[in-house]
């Protein structure tokens, strides 16, 4: 499949522009899962595909290393088009789209290269003016200049050259490395001139994450055979299952690659979402994109997981699997450049939230979900050991746990709805009458450290004046087991702290 990326504002099927103004990027991806990103970028043509396989390496670089890649999409581009100005003789006018399998080869067959080692000037920027005006040049050389006469290897070389406006230094460098019309493959055994920074596949490290076992030092070579496509499944009571497959991904930290259809009706612009799907819309395009994080409901004994909190504990991630929990919306990164942040917290400018009701409508709609790019080995099998939900046959309402699970030593307190869980707090102090119990006063002659039992003001024992027990005067005292107890006194006058070795008192 060929994939035309949208963009902003207006697209064909096979080719997008943006005209949005744009602004300065963050690099705060901080982040149910923790999937690490580099900045966000800004794509000015049709070539999605490109920032999202892109971003998926430096994603999976930067989970091994903690170290940040700023990867080149006009290299991959103009390698795109070198292979279908070849490839397409009589086209007159360049195809953007491409598609996953199209990027892997392309890492492959050519490397990757550092930003402002193809593109000197663009180092730092994050939307390409380079490309635009090299799509530009293109094609009109293929309407009616050299393009449309001769399609040799050495002349298409050329003129991406002279399109792209590369320097004698980069040019001289890509012929060094692969001749200066056909191209050889790049290979372990090529020689790359010195401080010219093309790497090649078997050179990038990531982590190589399998379900169910530790992750091992790898490199991009060694993993892209395993990310393949997964549509959609037509059958809507097949759709859970396969969502659960990429929830297990998400967990391991894979940077999920998502497809998906854009329909620009369908968004709200201000809160950076695409909410719902509306039924009789027209797909304006198609686009790629990585996942960040998602947001879960019905969560059994947990209720709603939401997006941007970090969960560690195994047994709630899981528990995330149960066919009972719905995803309420994918977070992604995006390619649209500094915009709107769906969560609110300036930690997401340029992301994207796809609520389900836009993904996988049920109000006739069409889905608004193509496809996710993953691992394959992760299944559809709901994990074994999921506590059933609690909630499922009590009543609506708020419960304590002991009385849902017959367990005295239960210190939750659920909020019931449905049959299921919709929130779940965990009592420090225990749960009686359908509330939290209030934790026990704070033990002043422990949480100091009292090294000799005596009386001691609120004030000796670090206590501030705007504590409760600030005017009090304790008793430090160890009982049978050792531990430290401080019975107090009010001081209605307030408490006199005494010189060392001289108890306090009331005053």
Same mark, same amino acid.
């Given at each position: 499949?060929?994939?035309?990326?949208?963009?902003?504002?207006?697209?064909?099927?096979?080719?997008?522009?943006?005209?949005?103004?744009?602004?300065?990027?963050?690099?705060?991806?901080?982040?149910?899962?923790?999937?690490?990103?580099?900045?966000?970028?800004?794509?000015?043509?049709?070539?999605?595909?490109?920032?999202?396989?892109?971003?998926?390496?430096?994603?999976?670089?930067?989970?091994?290393?903690?170290?940040?890649?700023?990867?080149?999409?006009?290299?991959?581009?103009?390698?795109?088009?070198?292979?279908?100005?070849?490839?397409?003789?009589?086209?007159?006018?360049?195809?953007?789209?491409?598609?996953? @399998?199209?990027?892997?080869?392309?890492?492959?067959?050519?490397?990757?290269?550092?930003?402002?080692?193809?593109?000197?000037?663009?180092?730092?920027?994050?939307?390409?003016?380079?490309?635009?005006?090299?799509?530009?040049?293109?094609?009109?050389?293929?309407?009616?200049?050299?393009?449309?006469?001769?399609? #040799?290897?050495?002349?298409?070389?050329?003129?991406?050259?002279?399109?792209?406006?590369?320097?004698?230094?980069?040019?001289?460098?890509?012929?060094?490395?692969?001749?200066?019309?056909?191209?050889?493959?790049?290979?372990?055994?090529?020689?790359?001139?010195?401080?010219?920074?093309?790497?090649?596949?078997?050179?990038?490290?990531?982590?190589?994450?399998?379900?169910?076992?530790?992750?091992?030092?790898?490199?991009?070579?060694?993993?892209?055979?395993?990310?393949?496509?997964?549509?959609?499944?037509?059958?809507?009571?097949?759709?859970?299952?396969?969502?659960?497959?990429?929830?297990?991904?998400?967990?391991?930290?894979?940077?999920?690659?998502?497809?998906?259809?854009?329909?620009?009706?369908?968004?709200?612009?201000?809160?950076?979402?695409?909410?719902?799907?509306?039924?009789?819309?027209?797909?304006?395009?198609?686009?790629?994109?990585?996942?960040?994080?998602?947001?879960?409901?019905?969560?059994?004994?947990?209720?709603?997981?939401?997006?941007?909190?970090?969960?560690?504990?195994?047994?709630?991630?899981?528990?995330?699997?149960?066919?009972?929990?719905?995803?309420?919306?994918?977070?992604?990164?995006?390619?649209?450049?500094?915009?709107?942040?769906?969560?609110?917290?300036?930690?997401?400018?340029?992301?994207?939230?796809?609520?389900?009701?836009?993904?996988?409508?049920?109000?006739?709609?069409?889905?608004?979900?193509? #496809?996710?790019?993953?691992?394959?080995?992760?299944?559809?099998?709901?994990?074994?050991?999921?506590?059933?939900?609690?909630?499922?046959?009590?009543?609506?309402?708020?419960?304590?746990?002991?009385?849902?699970?017959?367990?005295?030593?239960?210190?939750?307190?659920?909020?019931?709805?449905?049959?299921?869980?919709?929130?779940?707090?965990?009592?420090?102090?225990?749960?009686? @009458?359908?509330?939290?119990?209030?934790?026990?006063?704070?033990?002043?002659?422990?949480?100091?450290?009292?090294?000799?039992?005596?009386?001691?003001?609120?004030?000796?024992?670090?206590?501030?004046? #705007?504590?409760?027990?600030?005017?009090?005067?304790?008793?430090?005292?160890?009982?049978?087991?050792?531990?430290?107890?401080?019975?107090?006194?009010?001081?209605?006058?307030?408490?006199?702290?005494?010189?060392?070795?001289?108890?306090?008192?009331?005053?």
């Amino acid at each position: 499949m060929l994939l035309g990326c949208a963009s902003l504002l207006s697209f064909s099927a096979v080719g997008c522009s943006s005209e949005e103004p744009t602004g300065a990027v963050t690099g705060d991806e901080e982040e149910i899962v923790n999937i690490p990103h580099t900045d966000v970028k800004n794509q000015s043509i049709g070539n999605c595909w490109t920032y999202a396989t892109v971003g998926w390496v430096e994603s999976m670089h930067l989970r091994a290393t903690n170290k940040s890649l700023n990867l080149s999409e006009s290299y991959l581009t103009y390698w795109d088009w070198y292979e279908k100005l070849i490839r397409e003789p009589g086209s007159e006018k360049l195809s953007t789209g491409g598609w996953f @399998s199209t990027a892997t080869r392309l890492f492959d067959r050519y490397g990757l290269i550092d930003e402002g080692a193809f593109i000197p000037n663009e180092a730092t920027v994050d939307r390409s003016a380079a490309q635009s005006a090299a799509e530009a040049a293109i094609n009109k050389s293929m309407r009616e200049g050299r393009l449309k006469k001769d399609r #040799s290897p050495k002349a298409v070389r050329e003129v991406l050259n002279e399109a792209w406006q590369l320097t004698p230094e980069v040019v001289a460098s890509l012929n060094s490395v692969f001749g200066d019309s056909a191209p050889r493959t790049l290979s372990s055994t090529t020689k790359i001139p010195a401080g010219f920074p093309l790497r090649r596949t078997s050179s990038i490290e990531v982590v190589n994450k399998r379900p169910n076992q530790a992750g091992t030092k790898a490199t991009l070579k060694d993993v892209m055979g395993r990310w393949q496509e997964v549509s959609l499944p037509a059958n809507q009571a097949s759709r859970r299952a396969y969502f659960r497959r990429v929830q297990k991904a998400l967990h391991d930290l894979h940077p999920v690659i998502m497809v998906w259809d854009v329909d620009w009706e369908s968004r709200d612009r201000v809160a950076g979402s695409f909410p719902l799907m509306k039924p009789g819309t027209t797909i304006d395009g198609r686009h790629m994109t990585i996942l960040e994080d998602y947001q879960v409901s019905d969560v059994p004994n947990v209720g709603l997981l939401p997006a941007g909190v970090t969960i560690g504990d195994s047994k709630i991630l899981n528990a995330a699997l149960a066919n009972q929990a719905k995803i309420q919306f994918l977070r992604t990164k995006n390619s649209w450049g500094n915009t709107a942040d769906p969560s609110g917290t300036g930690q997401f400018k340029g992301y994207v939230d796809l609520y389900a009701d836009y993904l996988t409508p049920s109000n006739g709609a069409p889905n608004g979900l193509v #496809s996710f790019i993953f691992p394959t080995e992760y299944t559809e099998t709901v994990p074994s050991g999921i506590e059933p939900d609690r909630c499922n046959n009590a009543d609506d309402g708020v419960i304590c746990g002991s009385e849902l699970t017959s367990n005295e030593s239960d210190k939750r307190l659920f909020t019931c709805k449905g049959g299921k869980t919709s929130a779940m707090t965990l009592c420090s102090a225990g749960c009686e @009458s359908a509330a939290c119990k209030e934790p026990p006063p704070p033990n002043p002659c422990d949480d100091i450290g009292v090294d000799v039992p005596g009386l001691y003001c609120g004030d000796s024992l670090a206590l501030l004046p #705007s504590d409760p027990g600030f005017n009090k005067l304790y008793s430090c005292q160890k009982d049978p087991s050792g531990k430290w107890i401080s019975p107090a006194t009010e001081c209605a006058n307030g408490c006199a702290p005494q010189p060392p070795g001289v108890p306090d008192r009331c005053k």
